[in-house]
């Protein structure tokens, strides 16, 4: 999955909440990426395990460590 995240403190370590969902729109996989101070704006691109075909994905959440 591939996302784009901005943060208003470059220095601060952020904790993003994704998930995967099957076509029935259960989820079917989560993961929590890390993601260390440097810069204030970027794109990521991070896999997300799933338990069964996935045909989405999405971030549930980020915040601050």
């Known amino acids: 999955m591939r996302y784009w995240l901005q943060r208003r403190d470059k220095d601060a370590v952020v904790i993003c909440t994704l998930i995967a969902r099957d076509i029935d729109k259960n989820v079917v996989g989560q ?26 994905a999405d971030v549930m959440s980020c915040r601050r460590k």
């Open 31 to 56: 993961i929590d990426d890390e993601i260390e101070p440097g810069l204030a704006s970027l794109e990521r691109t991070t896999s997300v395990q799933s338990r069964g075909p996935a045909v989405n």
